[in-house]
């Protein structure tokens, strides 16, 4: 196997745009992400905020479940979930799901140039148990049902009603990733025997039609792999990770990240972080806990995924240490940040506003550890750009 591919890019824009440098250009053996310092260096007391943050950076607190947004009249859902960052003029738009059911939905927060509150308002109600999901090249959020047969919604944050995807399949939805060089999106399924699927639109910029496929590999964690089409996207009678013989399992599918001809996705029933090379059709491992060669294991509950313009992967925890972990382009893993006396939590919905220079998230359910206790947060610094 040659050396894993960590050029990554921001999908932050219409556009993917790639990185080259001497970080990435090594060769040498892919081995799976090892502890090591990290590139902020130690973490810091927590802060006003109980956030442990290297120094340099600063959180702040930016919505709580069922209280107004501050600067607008919008109250924030419950369990907010996964989400994303569109640049909007001088400014951004940050997306969040609600993972609730029912209810459900996603919400949008408008900031201007300085990082301001603008407005808020709701792009999607009536569903159930919004997860995660994926923003697509052409400015619009994918928002997936976590349920037996769940749908995904495509909707618009700069205005528009939500549309119901069925030809994306019906499944136990978790995230999405836009591929604008293959034309296509991959989809992670949370189930103990889940699979890894792309959806082939008939036109790419139009989800209302076209082919549901799968990943059909052997069981190893790494080698190649194939696409076939899955009959019946509908999944019923036949579950939709039960109609391909050969499909690969993957257990309990969560965060999925694309940049630069590589897919990353996480799974969370096995702590592992997959990388997918869409360039030879391989796949691999990035991270797995159990092969970490010394200490402790520094990310456990893998979950939501995102990734920085410097081609550092953000990996988001649901419950362990309650951190936000970074692996780096060389195979390096250390915690970013720490939520602390939320144990009761998980972490969801990292995403980095255009300019890389803010990271937003949530904790899910707060100090309450209830659904009604959510905090969307911005954590602010010299992030690598």
């Known amino acids: 196997m040659e050396r894993r591919n960590f050029l990554r890019a921001s999908v932050l824009g219409a556009s993917t745009v790639a990185f080259t440098g001497s970080l990435w250009q ?27 943050l290297p120094a340099g950076f600063t959180s702040r607190v930016v919505a709580r479940s069922r209280q107004v947004v501050p600067g607008t009249s919008y109250t924030w859902h419950d369990a907010p979930d996964g989400g994303a960052c569109f640049a909007d003029g001088s400014g951004w738009i940050y997306v969040s799901n609600s993972e609730i059911n029912p209810g459900g939905g996603a919400s949008a927060i408008r900031f201007d140039a300085s990082g301001n509150v603008v407005s808020a308002n709701r792009i999607l109600s009536g569903t159930r148990q919004n997860c995660a999901g ?34 994306m399949g019906r499944f136990t939805h978790e995230a999405a990733a836009a591929d604008p060089v293959r034309r296509v999106i991959y989809l992670t399924e949370d189930e103990s025997n889940g699979r890894f699927y792309r959806f082939v639109p008939t036109t790419w ?3 209302s039609s076209g082919t549901l496929q799968v990943m059909v590999a052997g069981s190893a ?7 076939a089409n899955v009959p019946d996207p509908d999944g019923d009678p036949t579950a939709t990770r039960n109609q391909v013989s050969g499909s690969k399992s993957f257990n309990g599918g969560e965060g999925c990240y694309y940049a630069d001809d590589t897919v990353w996705f996480t799974t969370k029933g096995d702590n592992r972080v997959w990388q997918v090379n869409l360039t030879n059709n391989t796949y691999e491992l990035a991270y797995d806990d159990s092969l970490v060669s010394s200490g402790t294991p520094p990310l456990t509950g893998v979950d939501n995924v995102t990734g920085s313009t410097a081609g550092d992967l953000y990996v988001a925890e649901d419950g362990g240490n309650m951190e936000i972990c970074l692996i780096t382009p060389d195979d390096k893993i250390s915690p970013f940040l720490r939520i602390s006396n939320q144990g009761s939590s998980e972490i969801t919905g990292p995403a980095f506003n255009p300019a890389g220079d803010r990271l937003y998230f949530s904790s899910q359910r707060g100090t309450s550890g209830s659904s009604s206790g959510g905090i969307t947060y911005c954590v602010t610094g010299p992030f690598r750009r």
């Open 134 to 167: 994926g923003k697509t090249p052409w400015n619009t959020w994918l928002s997936c049902e976590e349920v037996s047969r769940g749908f995904v919604y495509e909707t618009y944050p700069f205005g528009g009603a939500a549309v119901q995807r069925p030809a």
């Open 26 to 52: 090594g060769a040498a053996l892919a081995a799976p992400a090892q502890p090591a310092t990290g590139p902020y260096g130690a973490l810091q007391a927590a802060d006003a905020n109980g956030i442990r």
């Open 221 to 227: 964690t790494s080698g190649s792999f194939t696409w």
């Open 205 to 207: 910029g139009d989800l």
